[in-house]
């Protein structure tokens, strides 16, 4: 019988093997005989005692909240087919060498995994350095593809604003009430050019001018000055250039502009910015895309348009005003991302966007609970129910017609259920349609199919009902 000092003594010794990384079979020997000691023990201290919790930054989804996922899910996916979009995947980890130094000063935030069979692994942090990955290993030059997938953060996670350190992305959707923010990398680059920012410290006060949604300017400038040592005169003709925001006419101003006019990158990007504009215009869509110099999108890899989505809710019931609620997409082009990883360096622009599904979940999940909307978990067009005792053959065969046939069927599995019973199942779970087998039903070879909404309820010839079903069904 094991004493408390025994165990005591046998979890040194699985430490010691541990620290000093020896065999996993070896180890796995030594947990095995402590746990044995432990439950040894008896009463509550040799019992494991389990934490019941999901990890930090992660959550639990029942079938309310997939049925939600599942409505967004389809919405995009439909959105992504309607524009002749091919679907691909890649492994949830990456060679770590794949992903480190991609992603500039949120490089930190990415996962490593243990040394497994001699190669450095990482959880992938997004889906386009994956992607730009298999563009390269696969010799790829032209694809327009979308990709829905978890990806992992080593972030501060915001449950309640649907931000999480395990979330799904989806790259490359128009979603009503989104306002889209533009601008260029050239621009921004060449805006630090022209206020004075040293070439060495672009990507550093990038990342904090791509604050400025979630900070005020004077804090931005704060960092800027304080924390990366960026001149107080430079941070000033910054804090002119992006207060700026507008359409077409603000371009044409930034074109005149006597310092941006003179820079090389800020007028290539202007010039894009400004055909970009007269596309939008000619899909009728300029009102809803803001030309915005403070965005910033902080990763070091794109080159070219950048682009953020913000979700929009009315301020009041009237409608009057909308307010952004945060964002929910971002993305833009990356042209050398690629060639990073071609052996002969080749460029293969590249454009995308990725929707971050779990904050747009959120808010629609929070939506619909304060609409008290029900929300169905199932599919579910009939439930095959008896009105008498001793007819569950007979339900079970009506069910396996049904199934055959592509119909989507549930049956209560109780041998004998009450029909009131049945039909308040159907209430409960949103069946819309109940097939009820009863002994006179069976001697005139019909079935009884009832509409649970309006409580109608009509004689089907048995060989009618799959046709029946699929006509009330689809006028739902």
Known sequence: MADEAAVREQAEVVRRLKQDKAEPDEIAKEVAKLLEMKAQLGGDEGKHKFVLKTPKGTRDYGPKQMAIRERVFSAIITCFKRHGAEVIDTP????????????????????????????????????????????????????????????????NPAMTRGRYREFYQCRPIAVPLLFLLVNDRRILDGMFAVCGVPDSKFRT???????????????????????????????????EYVQLHGGMELIEQLLQDPKLSQNKLAKEGLGDMKLLFEYLTLFGITGKISFDLSLARGLDYYTGVIYEAVL????????????????????????????????KGRKVPCVGVSIGIERLFS????????????????????????????????????????????????????????????LQYCEDTG?????????????????KLRVVATREEVNIRRESLVEEIRRRTNQL
């Open 363 to 422: 808010i629609l999940e929070q939506r619909l609970e304060a609409s008290e909307e029900k929300i169905r978990t199932t599919e579910t067009q009939v439930l095959v129910a008896s009105a008498q005792k001793k007819l569950l053959e007979e339900r079970l065969k009506l069910i396996s017609e049904l199934w055959d046939a592509g119909i989507k069927a549930e049956v209560l599995y109780k041998k004998n259920p009450k029909l009131l019973n049945q």
């Open 312 to 343: 929009l809710q009315q301020e009041n019931d009237h409608g009057e005003e909308s307010v952004s609620v945060g964002s929910v997409a971002g993305g833009g082009r990356y042209d050398g991302l690629v060639g990073m990883f071609d052996p």
């Open 205 to 239: 006060i990038c990342s904090s001018v791509d604050k400025l949604d979630k900070m005020p300017w004077e804090e931005v400038r704060s960092e800027m000055v304080g924390e990366k040592g960026l001149s107080p005169e430079a941070a000033d003709r910054i804090g």
């Open 431 to 447: 069946i819309p349609l109940v097939a009820i087998v009863g002994e006179q039903e069976l001697k005139d070879g019909v079935v």
């Open 92 to 155: 949830v980890f990456e060679l770590k060498e794949t992903l480190t130094g991609k992603y500039g000063e949120d490089s930190k935030l990415i996962y490593d995994l243990k040394d497994q069979g001699g190669e450095l692994l990482s959880l992938r942090y997004d889906l386009t350095v994956p992607f730009a990955r298999y563009l390269a290993m696969n010799k790829i030059t032209n694809i327009k593809r979308y990709h829905i997938a978890k990806v992992y953060r080593r972030d």
